[in-house]
Nanobody, 124 residues
Framework: QVQLVESGGGLVQAGGSLRLSCAAS????????MGWFRQAPGKEREFVGA????????YYGDSVKGRFTISRDNAKNTVYLQMNSLKSEDTAVYYC?????????????????WGQGTQVAVSS
């Protein structure tokens, strides 16, 4: 059983930056693909990006490509989401999630474990 706790959310002006963290406990963090998703009010949960267990592969949703970067530190059991050039449409609750494997990495239903989410609000 993997427990995930996100932190780092908050209010930021458009064009600013935030870094989210997701700390994992239990299970074998270093063997997990880690994903970030977000959900805005009234919308479906959206894939933001993912990183493979080794950190060697990353994949991003089109809406954040070039602005967001995912990294991980397996020694600290932590994955990060660096968000730059934030826009008002990035406002959402951000969730980290864990799974084994890489196939279908954008599919939320492929993830076994989820954090409770952290709110990001971008003011224009």
């Amino acid at each position: 059983q993997v427990q995930l706790v996100e932190s780092g959310g908050g209010l930021v002006q458009a064009g600013g930056s935030l870094r989210l963290s997701c700390a994992a406990s239990g299970g074998t963090f270093s063997m997990q693909t880690m994903g970030w998703f977000r959900q805005a009010p009234g919308k479906e949960r959206e894939f933001v990006g993912a990183i493979s267990w080794s950190g060697g592969d990353t994949y991003y949703g089109d809406s954040v490509k070039g602005r967001f970067t995912i990294s991980r530190d397996n020694a600290k059991n932590t994955v990060y989401l660096q968000m730059n050039s934030l826009k008002s449409e990035d406002t959402a609750v951000y969730y980290c999630a864990a799974r084994v494997g890489w196939t279908g990495v954008t599919d939320r239903w492929q993830y076994s474990y989820w954090g409770q989410g952290t709110q990001v609000a971008v003011s224009s």
